[in-house]
């Protein structure tokens, strides 16, 4: 029994995923690629990438096998590569890799990633582009998101407007048909009551002589 309970153990908490590196050095516009070898008794699970400081706060950024415009998965069956395209300043932060387990906590292990403009403070885990394709690629990639971001705010902008508008219009209808029914009842009123409408005759009474 004691022996099943240790086996039990060493299954719920020995180090499924572990990091190839823990710390990472980047450069912006650049790609980092980060490399979490796990058991492959735990091949057909869910994996993620996911940052921040603390492990069981950290927010999840994609899960296998999915991924997101510069954040891409995969999975070969005991490896989650992890490759990060466009760096930017921001990125610098911590990350971690993790696989969802049903019967215990899921495993994860950890990177911090930091982030230069400098080209000389290129380390281990990034790959280079001589000929600049990724550099251009990236900017025009930012130049898109920044022209969609402007026409989405010029489309709200319009959106506006053009109800702003519609409210005015159909306010002015509004008080146009009020005072056309309130002319409509005035003249009713005026015609049933012709007398009304003249005021109060004036009778002469002659005065006599004394």
């Given amino acids: 029994m004691e022996f099943l309970l240790l086996l039990l153990s060493l299954a719920l908490f020995s180090d499924a995923m572990v990091m190839d590196e823990k710390v990472k050095s980047g450069v912006e516009l650049d790609t980092a690629s980060a490399v979490c070898v796990y058991d492959a008794h735990y091949k057909d699970h869910t994996k993620y990438w996911c940052r921040g400081y603390f492990r069981d706060s950290c927010n999840i950024i994609a899960f296998t096998p999915n991924s997101t415009n510069r954040v891409a998965l995969k999975d070969t069956g005991n490896q989650l590569i992890i490759t990060v395209s466009?760096?930017?300043?921001?990125?610098?932060?911590?990350?971690?890799?993790?696989?969802?387990?049903?019967?215990?906590?899921?495993?994860?292990?950890?990177?911090?990633?930091?982030?230069?403009?400098?080209?000389?403070?290129?380390?281990?885990?990034?790959?280079?582009?001589?000929?600049?394709?990724?550099?251009?690629?990236?900017?025009?990639?930012?130049?898109?998101?920044?022209?969609?971001?402007?026409?989405?705010?010029?489309?709200?902008?319009?959106?506006?407007?053009?109800?702003?508008?519609?409210?005015?219009?159909?306010?002015?209808?509004?008080?146009?048909?009020?005072?056309?029914?309130?002319?409509?009842?005035?003249?009713?009123?005026?015609?049933?009551?012709?007398?009304?409408?003249?005021?109060?005759?004036?009778?002469?009474?002659p005065l006599a002589r004394i």
């Fill in 86 to 205: 466009c760096l930017a300043k921001e990125d610098t932060g911590w990350y971690w890799c993790g696989i969802q387990r049903d019967l215990a906590r899921d495993d994860m292990d950890f990177t911090q990633l930091i982030v230069t403009d400098n080209r000389e403070d290129r380390a281990n885990g990034f790959s280079s582009d001589p000929s600049g394709n990724r550099t251009r690629s990236c900017r025009a990639s930012k130049a898109v998101q920044k022209a969609e971001g402007s026409r989405m705010s010029i489309l709200i902008i319009c959106i506006l407007i053009t109800s702003l508008g519609i409210i005015f219009i159909i306010s002015h209808l509004s008080r146009g048909r009020r005072s056309q029914r309130n002319r409509e009842v005035t003249g009713k009123s005026i015609s049933r009551n012709p007398q009304a409408s003249q005021g109060p005759s004036m009778v002469s009474i």
